[in-house]
């Protein structure tokens, strides 16, 4: 009489820990921002490449923000983000001039069209 008791407790426990687990991966989906796991300031942190080309719009972009750039189109939502961050904020970037560096960068599969905040990327 023992052993099914502690079968059903055990199946009780089991399927309340499946429930639980499976309302944890779905929670876990809006938990995250625009760039998933990446914190969105340390993300801006890396087109520091970048930050003279984002305040001057004909200043020529170098090659290792083109690199770095070249990563971050492809996930255009993560892109505006790091653009409106507080820490390309505190470097001077101007987001009117940002979105167009993938432009400069004569980057084929940029997100022509996108929408970042008040401004399109061409």
């Given amino acids: 009489m023992e052993t099914p008791v502690k079968y059903i407790c055990f199946l009780a426990f089991l399927v309340s820990m499946t429930i639980a687990g499976l309302n944890g991966v779905e929670g876990t989906a809006y938990y995250y921002g625009p760039c998933g796991k990446h914190d969105i300031e340390k993300e801006a942190e890396k087109l520091e490449p970048c930050t003279y080309a984002a305040q001057h719009r004909r200043v020529p972009v170098s090659e290792r923000c083109c690199t770095v750039m070249e990563k971050k189109v492809k996930n255009p939502a993560c892109l ?25 960068c004569k980057l084929a599969d940029r997100p022509v069209g996108y929408q970042c905040g008040a401004f399109t990327m061409p």
Wanted: proline share 8%; net charge positive; glycine share 4%.
């Fill in 80 to 104: 505006c983000a790091v653009l409106y961050s507080q820490t390309a904020y505190n470097a001077g970037v101007r987001p009117e001039i940002a979105v167009t560096i993938p432009k400069r």
